[in-house]
Each structure stands twice: as C-alpha cells, then as structure tokens.
C-alpha cells in the first residue's frame, strides 16, 4: 500500500519559474491538504480539498494555486517561483474530518 | 482562531529518563489533539489523537498523552526514553466541524543521550 506519494523528492527553479508539485494517494480519502514547513515555524496549511472540484485556501496560499479534478491526485503548483517558497512541503490525506492525517514523504524546494 | 504552544524548542533526556513534551492550545470550540512525530528527511507520523473520548491518551512507542481542558494542555509523555525516539515532534489541533485543517505548534527537537 503506497499511502500518499508525492514527487519529486527534491526540486531547485530560478525565480520566476512555474512548476507543479505532484500529490497521489491510494487510500480512497475525500480530504487532502497542502502544508509548507520551515525551520521554527511547524507546518503551515497553504490549500486544502474535501473532495473533488471542492478546493479552499489556508493560512498561507498566496503564490500557489490547487485543483482536484480526481479523488486521488491534489496537485500544487507554484506560478512564479519566489526565494520566500524555498521550504519542504507536505501532503496530507485523511478519511474523514478531523482524523488521522496520513502524509507523504515531502518535496525539498529550493529557489534561487 | 486556534492555536497551539509548544513550549520548548530542543529537549534534552537521558537514555532511561522521563519523557515530557508540552503543548498548550488555544481553541474557541472543544478541539482534536494530535501528536506526530518526524524523523529526519522523512514525512510525519501519528503518535496518538484525542478525540474527546478517554482523556488519557496512549499512542505508538509508548507514549502517551494527556487531556486537561482546564490547563488546554495536552502534554506528550513516556516513562523510559529510548536512542530511537529521538526526532522532532509537533503537536497539532483540528476543530471540530473542520475539514481535517490541522494547525501545528513549531516542533520539538528530542535528544536523547547515554
């Protein structure tokens, strides 16, 4: 069972540069979550999904933009890269509301 | 808007000590309490929930937690610890009524040293 796979592992753009970050998971859960960790700060939501055509934004969504045209995948794409995006962002997926968060490996983000 | 404290940045333990992470939360309705844990270069793994059942929580590897609404505190604890359980661990809460939206503490770095 791959849980929740998320690629690439790692990433470095110019600024200015587009790129989606890929999110699949195999587990059938309505809920997926986007999350950027940086040192000192825990993770912080940037857009999360209750289901498919269902997306809202979280504490931090500027510069970044989600769709979910499918159950399994929760793509986040970044449209013009910025210094500031440098962090390593986490999928997450649950079953329902307010369970088990399962989340993915992580994708290390550099932009210079 | 909900919050969570954790009080502690870098915690240091002998092999064999106690145990205690703290986490305090602000919430304006009653929350969901997680604790995970991160090893490094690896994503986040449940160690235990509260769900507002049992106030005594216990998770994987040992560890537990404990409810106190009148302290919103919802420290993580283990009695021994061990080489292994050292990472990085994040309290996070979830309202009630909320699509799975966690909000995390910054982490706590566990060392644990012979």
């Known amino acids: 069972n791959a849980g929740v796979t998320q690629t690439p592992k790692f990433q470095v753009l110019k600024t200015g540069q587009s790129m989606t970050l890929q999110c699949a998971q195999d587990m059938n859960h309505e809920y997926m979550s986007w999350y950027r960790q940086d040192p000192g700060m825990g993770l912080r939501l940037i857009h999360y999904?209750?289901?498919?055509?269902?997306?809202d934004q979280g504490e931090v969504p500027n510069g970044y933009n989600v769709s979910r045209s499918t159950t399994e995948d929760f793509p986040l794409r970044l449209l013009s890269a910025a210094p500031s995006q440098t962090s390593v962002y986490f999928c997450a997926s649950s079953r329902q509301m307010n369970t088990e968060a399962f989340f993915g490996q992580g994708t290390r983000l550099t932009v210079v | 808007a909900q919050s969570v404290t954790q009080l502690g940045s870098h915690v240091s333990v002998s092999e064999g000590a106690l145990v205690l992470l703290r986490c305090n939360y602000s919430s304006s309705v009653p929350p969901y309490l997680f604790w995970y844990v991160q090893y490094p270069n690896q994503g986040l793994q449940l160690l235990l929930k509260y769900t507002s059942a049992a106030t005594l929580v216990k998770g994987i590897n040992g560890f537990e937690a404990e409810f106190k609404k009148s302290e919103t505190s919802f420290h993580l604890t283990k009695p021994s610890a061990h080489m292994s359980d050292a990472a990085e661990y994040f309290c996070?809460?979830?309202?009630?009524?909320?699509?799975?939206?966690?909000?995390f503490g910054t982490g706590t770095r566990l060392q644990v040293t012979l």
């Open positions: 999904s209750v289901g498919a055509g269902i997306t």
């Open positions: 996070a809460v979830s309202e009630k009524g909320t699509a799975s939206k966690l909000t």
